[in-house]
């Protein structure tokens, strides 16, 4: 059973949480795992997803949404099921970054921080991600797509439209 | 996955169980883990820094501070509990070495996280990732699971009489966060805003407790340390830089990749040896050395060695290690103005001089970049990134000016040049992408 009743979380995540807050000398540190988990789950950090997070943790919405509102990573609206983030700074850029962006945009036919109309993918342009020696590099979700070309950007969203994809979370 | 490469000039130590599955417990153990660990516990604290001390090693996230000094600060008595944080939030843009280490070798860190704690007299141990990696997050998670599986972690270890526990804590996207005072915040659930020094984090830190917080392949690089010898890793290295490092080469070599190097070794030859030289038999134009924070060194610079030292009497830095490559098609106006548009994305709105002088560079060098440059913007940029430098909390503002004022002095007349009409390199951003979505 979790600590709150009618969690808006699925019990394994539920569960993870209530042993999360346990685990440090303040409850308070388990805020960023926590907002990035249940966006995991959720898709996004919706208002429920603050209340119950606030609640967990014994803080006001207010403290929530200050940090929220910080890290890039987190998203107050949803994205697609896959989420092409691909890197265009220098390392990227000297190997071709902006053109696997362009390729990607016109493929998908969306642009930064939009969603196909099917609701599978969703774009964007993001800072280094540690891939610089295996660059031009994308992460879909958080899988990282390395040494990428135009061709082989549209292998891996043939993969993940087939459902083939690796989802690691 | 990242491709693991070699060069004849290396030298393994860090690296030597790359590619040897070292992932997993009994193979990490196979080749020597858990060994140091155990030696650390029989000699005591003392010999733990002394050894580090002798090691040389100075910190491998760029700032280049002697490791076995900074454990010594930490106090031997304190009220508060201490802790080991390890810094993996590898955000500079060019550095990629800390994600190998998590994929090859995440026992290494854990073990060297268990060194730094007893040295320090410390019972919790964090280990720090950048959000985006979270497939290493798990590598990580599952290596100290199975230590605990063994043992190794928890209550006595290895019948010391001494708890030590190590967590693993996911970040969410965030550059400033590697700064090692916003590590901390957002580390107990906060903004990553950085803290004024002093106090440092020695003596006042996370939770406000004695801290030491390393970088990871710092930590990574105790046990060999441990189990070497101090002076015989120094003598690996050049004078007062002791040991070896892990060098990222990448942008246009032939091989780019992560490479074990000596410090002092020569950069030209990392570049045209090691890195098998530029990329389609194209002439070098410029090279980043140590991470997009460092100052751009030209293609009559490069000769010089690859340690704190040498680096900085030319005028540089060696950073994080992330060498990047510029061959002659590149735009040194666009490369700037790419540089300053992420120190403006990253940059955490807390110090004034940083917020605005990013920006305003950025919109400068954007419109010069778009054709509408006039004269007194190359000085203009250059005074904007003069009255950054020293003026913030953290180095981020540092890392933001450091560079630019490197490029527009470098390569004033490519500056010049391209303001008054003749553009060098080929262009690649179009300035709806710069300006538009991604930033």
């Known amino acids: 059973m979790s600590e709150i009743a009618n969690t808006i979380f699925s019990p394994e995540l539920a569960a993870r949480f209530d042993k999360l807050i346990t685990i440090y000398p303040m409850k308070r540190s388990a805020l960023v795992p926590m907002l990035l988990y249940a966006q995991d789950e959720v898709g996004y950090v919706s208002d429920a997803v603050v209340t119950e997070i606030a609640e967990r943790l014994d803080l006001l919405e207010l403290d929530v949404r200050n940090v929220l509102s910080y890290y890039s990573m987190l998203r107050t609206r949803p994205a697609g099921k896959y989420n092409v983030q691909v890197c265009t700074n220098i390392s990227c850029m000297l190997r071709g970054g902006y053109e696997i962006l362009n390729h990607c945009k016109a493929k998908l036919g969306i642009g930064h921080k939009e969603v196909t109309r099917d609701g599978m993918f969703s774009l964007e342009e993001v800072e280094c991600i540690g891939a610089c020696c295996w660059a031009p590099a994308m992460q879909v979700n958080y899988d990282f797509h390395e040494n990428l070309t135009p061709q082989k950007c549209d292998a891996i969203f043939q993969m993940y439209s087939e459902g083939k994809g690796r989802d690691e979370k | 996955m990242p491709t693991l490469v070699s060069h004849p000039d290396e030298v393994r130590v860090l690296s030597r169980r790359f590619g040897q599955g070292a992932a997993n417990i009994d193979k990490y153990i196979e080749l020597d883990g858990y060994k140091a660990v155990q030696q650390a516990i029989a000699q005591g604290p003392e010999w733990i820094i002394n050894t580090m001390k002798a090691s040389g090693l100075r910190g491998r996230g760029g700032a280049g501070f002697p490791t076995g000094m900074k454990w010594s600060f930490v106090p031997k008595q304190s009220e508060k509990p201490k802790y080991v944080l390890v810094n993996g939030d590898e955000s500079e843009p060019g550095t990629c070495k800390d994600h190998v280490i998590f994929l090859e070798d995440p026992h290494a860190v854990i073990e060297g996280t268990m060194i730094a704690g007893l040295a320090i007299g410390s019972k919790l141990g964090f280990i720090y990732l950048r959000g985006e990696y979270r497939y290493l997050l798990k590598i990580v998670e599952k290596a100290v699971a199975d230590a605990y599986a063994k043992g190794f972690l928890g209550k006595n270890i290895f019948g010391s009489g001494v708890d030590f526990d190590v967590i693993t804590q996911t970040g969410a996207g965030a550059y400033e966060v590697g700064e090692e005072s916003a590590l901390m915040e957002s580390l ?9 020094k002093p106090p440092f984090p020695a003596v006042v830190g996370l939770y406000g407790g004695p801290t030491v917080i390393n970088n990871a392949e710092t930590i990574a690089s105790a046990p060999h340390i441990l189990l070497m010898g101090g002076e015989a890793f120094a003598k690996l290295g050049s004078e007062r830089n002791g040991g070896t490092r892990l060098f990222g080469i990448s942008g246009h070599v032939e091989r780019p990749g992560v490479y074990e190097l000596p410090m002092g070794y020569n950069l030209k030859k990392a570049i045209y040896d090691v890195g098998g ?56 106006v666009e490369f700037a103005l790419r540089t300053i548009a992420f120190y403006q994305h990253e940059s955490c709105g807390w110090c004034i001089p940083c917020r605005e002088g990013t920006d305003w560079i950025k919109k400068t060098l954007t419109r010069v970049y778009n054709g509408g440059g006039n004269k007194k913007d190359v000085a203009n940029v250059q005074y904007l990134a003069e009255n950054m430098l020293g003026r913030t909390f953290c180095p981020l503002g540092d890392a933001a000016a450091m560079p630019t004022i490197a ?7 490519e500056f010049e040049d391209y303001i008054a009409g003749q553009k060098a390199g080929t262009p690649i951003i179009t300035l709806d992408q710069l300006v538009g979505a991604g930033h």
């Not at chain 2, 050395?289 to 030319?314: N, R, W, Y």
């Not at chain 2, 490029?407 to 007349?413: C, I, P």
């Open chain 2, 188 to 196: 107990e659930g906060k903004r990553g805003v950085p803290r004024i």
């Open chain 2, 407 to 413: 490029f527009v002095k470098k390569f004033r007349q």
């Open chain 2, 277 to 332: 030289g530029i990329k389609d038999g194209r002439k070098l134009k410029a090279v980043v050395p140590g991470g997009a924070s460092c100052p751009v060194l030209t293609a009559d610079e490069i000769d010089v060695g690859l340690d704190f030292d040498q680096m900085g009497k030319a005028g540089t830095m060696l950073g994080s290690g992330g060498i990047v490559v510029l061959d002659e098609t590149v735009s040194i």
